[in-house]
T-cell receptor
Framework: EDQVTQSPEALRLQEGESSSLNCSYT??????LFWYRQDPGKGPEFLFT???AGEEKEKERLKATLTKKESFLHITAPKPEDSATYLC??????????????FGQGTRLTINP | DADVTQTPRNRITKTGKRIMLECSQT?????MYWYRQDPGLGLRLIYY???????NKGEISDGYSVSRQAQAKFSLSLESAIPNQTALYFC???????????FGDGTRLSIL
C-alpha cells in the first residue's frame, strides 16, 4: 500500500533558525513527489516537484531534496511569513490514466519573530 | 482572479439535507478532482474526472456523487448529508501525466 509519513507533526522555530521537514514514503514506482504549502483558510499551494533520487529544487529560503525513501524540505533562515502547514504527496504510476496522489498529514511550521 | 474557484466557501446545514459544492476553473485543465481534508488524516480523494464523459470514484466515494457539466465545471453533491461528512472540501485541477495539481481555497462544510 502506498504511504506517506511526515515528521514532525509540528515544529516551532525562532526567526533565522534553519531546520528540515521530513517526508518518508513507500510507493510502487514513484512518478513524482510534490511539496505544497497550505495557509489557514486556503488551499494547498504548489511549491516543488521532484522526479528522481538525487534531484534538488530551490525557491527563496526553501530547498527540497529526494532520495529513494524520503524527501526533505530544508528551510534556511526562516521568516515569520514562512509559517504554514507543509504537505508532501507522492504520485504512484497511473492506473487507467488516473493521477493518484497520496498525501501525508502535513507538518505545521511556526516561525516566531 | 483565482484560477480554481469554489463556492460556497462556508456552509452549515442539517443532517439529511442535499448539498452541492461547486468548482470552476480557468486554467484550461482537462482533469478535475474532489478531495476532503480532515484533521490528522490528510487529503483523501473522493472523485476525479478526465473530461465531461469520464468520471471515476476515488478512495472515499460512498455518500457522494459528482457532475462534470463542462470542461471548466465540476460539482460535488451530498445527497443526504450526515455529520461525519463535516470536513474541508477541495477541488483541484491538472493536466495529464505527472504534473502538479492546483487547488481551490476550499469549502468548509459543517453538518449538524
Amino acid at each position: 500500500e502506498d504511504q506517506v509519513t511526515q515528521s514532525p507533526e509540528a515544529l516551532r522555530l525562532q526567526e533565522g533558525e534553519s531546520s528540515s521537514l521530513n517526508c518518508s514514503y513507500t510507493v510502487s514506482g514513484l512518478r513524482g513527489l510534490f511539496w505544497y504549502r497550505q495557509d489557514p483558510g486556503k488551499g494547498p499551494e504548489f511549491l516543488f516537484t521532484l522526479y528522481s533520487a538525487g534531484e534538488e529544487k530551490e525557491k527563496e529560503r526553501l530547498k527540497a531534496t529526494l532520495t529513494k525513501k524520503e524527501s526533505f524540505l530544508h528551510i534556511t533562515a526562516p521568516k515569520p511569513e514562512d509559517s504554514a502547514t507543509y504537505l508532501c504527496a507522492v504520485q504512484a504510476p497511473e492506473i487507467q490514466g488516473a493521477q493518484k496522489l497520496v498525501f501525508g498529514q502535513g507538518t505545521r511550521l511556526t516561525i516566531n519573530p | 482572479d483565482a484560477d480554481v474557484t469554489q463556492t460556497p466557501r462556508n456552509r452549515i446545514t442539517k443532517t439529511g439535507k442535499r448539498i452541492m459544492l461547486e468548482c470552476s476553473q480557468t486554467k484550461g485543465h482537462d482533469r478535475m478532482y474532489w478531495y476532503r481534508q480532515d484533521p490528522g488524516l490528510g487529503l483523501r480523494l473522493i472523485y476525479y474526472s478526465f473530461d465531461v464523459k469520464d468520471i471515476n470514484k476515488g478512495e472515499i466515494s460512498d455518500g457522494y456523487s459528482v457532475s462534470r457539466q463542462a470542461q471548466a465545471k465540476f460539482s460535488l453533491s451530498l445527497e443526504s448529508a450526515i455529520p461525519n461528512q463535516t470536513a474541508l472540501y477541495f477541488c483541484a485541477t491538472s493536466v495529464a501525466g505527472n504534473q502538479p495539481q492546483h487547488f481551490g481555497d476550499g469549502t468548509r462544510l459543517s453538518i449538524l
